[in-house]
């Protein structure tokens, strides 16, 4: 019995060395396990290289340094739309996405690659990283403040936060610098910015060049803030386009891309802090803006936006030169309908109007050359307005250009036992009402368009005679059923 005993304690004892020795296995084995595991869910984190350029960069060696500091927490994307050329020689964990596909390739998909990152670093060429705190510290700025976008310098370089001023109805964008401030829409000169992974992938155009001023329309039209971290800068690489050359070729680039941006957002107009303007919309040398308005209302309103103001220079040119033609040839004319509203409500053109309407005694309409020779045939004048008789109706229309066809209406009117009259038309506007002689007598003037205009007296009366009682109190677009038919609020906010 002693001797079973014995035999069952020393088996027992063997069992627990087996038991102990196993546990300890596994948990030998256990870190390895984890360790696989942390790698593949624990991927915190994407850097990705896309304001680069291929004839001249530092690609390689910033993803190494980026691979150096970050190891197995980072995957590192360089991103181009089209082959990079030559190709660059990059370490395997980096990968090269190309944006737009040849015909028998996929498009990547963004959100995919960025599936296990919590955030996204947009590093621009020629930067390195010296340790991964710099990154901890960034993300926890990030979480920390109220800012969606954390941004730190690269290299010693100037950077300058500015404040965006967007405003989509007008199609204008205004950039003031903001020197002091932490919290800019955007951030000029050399920077690294870090953002929510899902952020990025809730822009529009997450991708789109150039970067920084991409962001920072996106991010102003969303309300974000970029904060800019003072006191921590970012190491910096080989010095790229070093000679003049190479700058032009990069400026250029970069001056395309900013136009393409500007483009596929609806920036029409930019004023920055010099006071000067640049225009990305059309001018006399191209089409106007907005297709052949049908239903009495333009393009633009169905987009939730107003005259283009591209379009708003070219009208008050167009104007302003009808005006002078007018006068010079002694005719007797009016400014009507909807832009005599205008010229009431702001002295200028209603700001969602497409035209600019005139009215003109038809027996002066043969006293000015250019109306009678374009009844006739189309007639450009010395200055490049094109003049000519309308297909639609009795009236006369002037072009901003041959190629621009924004323009005014001239509509004749003929005095007849006191009333001016335009005759029954099948479409006719409110301009084309008729209306006692005496609001011509005399002419009065009124501002419009930066001069003064020919305007009927008591111009207030003459308005509610044709649009109705409280119009020029009570702007309305000029229909607002077909709005309100496609679900656009047709409330004008003045
Ligand atoms: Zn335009
Ligand atoms: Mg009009």
């Known amino acids: 019995m002693v001797r079973l005993r014995k035999g069952r304690t020393l088996f027992s004892i063997l069992l627990l060395i087996i038991v102990i020795l196993l546990i300890k296995l596994i948990s030998l084995e256990s870190p390895s396990v984890s360790s696989k595991l942390i790698k593949k869910n624990n ?12 004839f001249d960069n530092d690609v390689v060696d910033t993803t190494y340094s980026v691979l150096n500091v970050c190891g197995d927490k980072c995957q590192v994307l360089v991103m181009s739309d089209d082959l990079i050329y030559p190709p660059l020689a990059l370490p395997p964990q980096a990968k090269v996405i190309k944006l737009n596909p040849d015909i028998l390739e996929q498009p990547p998909n963004l959100a995919q690659l960025l599936q296990h990152s919590q955030y996204v670093v947009l590093l621009p060429d020629g930067t390195r990283w010296s340790s991964s705190s710099q990154l901890q510290d960034l993300i926890v700025l990030l979480e920390n403040g109220d800012s969606q976008v954390v941004g730190v310098g690269v290299g010693g370089g100037t950077l300058t936060c500015h404040r965006y001023n967007l405003d989509l109805r007008a199609w204008s964008l205004s950039i003031a610098p903001s020197p002091h401030s932490e919290a800019c829409d955007s951030v000029s000169g050399r920077v690294t910015l870090i953002l929510r992974t899902q952020h990025l992938l809730n822009l529009t155009h997450p991708l789109a060049r150039p970067v920084q001023v991409s962001l920072g329309l996106q991010g102003a039209a969303r309300g974000w803030k970029v904060h800019l971290t003072h006191g921590m800068v970012l190491g910096e ?7 003049e050359h190479l700058q032009w070729k990069r400026q250029t680039l970069n001056d395309e891309r900013q136009k393409g941006l500007f483009h596929i957002f609806g920036i029409k107009k930019v004023v920055r802090s010099s006071q000067e303007v640049e225009w ?23 987009r939730s936006r107003w005259t283009p103001p591209c379009c708003l220079e070219g009208l008050r040119a167009t104007a302003r030169h009808v005006f002078q033609s007018l006068r010079a040839c002694r005719a007797r004319w009016w400014l009507e309908g909807g832009s005599l509203l205008g010229a009431v409500r702001s002295g200028d053109i209603i700001p969602w109007d497409y035209d600019v309407d005139v009215g003109i005694y038809a027996a002066d309409v043969d006293r000015c050359q250019q109306l009678k020779s374009s009844r006739w045939q189309t007639v450009e004048d010395q200055d490049g307005y094109v003049w000519q008789r309308a297909t639609e109706g009795k009236f006369y229309r002037v072009h901003y250009s041959a190629t621009n066809h924004l323009h005014v209406d001239i509509f004749p009117f003929t005095p007849r036992d006191g009333l001016m009259t335009r005759g029954q038309w099948p479409n006719a506007h409110k301009q084309d009402q008729d209306f006692p002689e005496h609001f011509l007598r005399p002419i009065s003037t009124i501002s419009f368009a930066g001069v003064m205009a020919a305007a009927p007296n008591n111009v207030r009366d003459f308005l509610e005679l044709k649009f109705g009682v409280g119009v020029v109190e009570n702007p309305q677009y000029p229909n607002p059923a077909v709005l309100a038919y496609n679900n656009i609020s047709a409330r004008t906010p003045l």
Do not use: A, H, M, W
């Open 43 to 54: 991927t915190r984190y994407t850097v990705i290289i896309r304001e680069f350029e291929s």
């Open 280 to 302: 990305y919309g059309c001018s006399r040398k191209t089409p106007r803006c907005f297709p052949t308005v049908v239903d009495d209302t333009p393009d633009y309103l169905y």
């Open 237 to 243: 690489g080989r010095q790229l386009f070093s000679n």
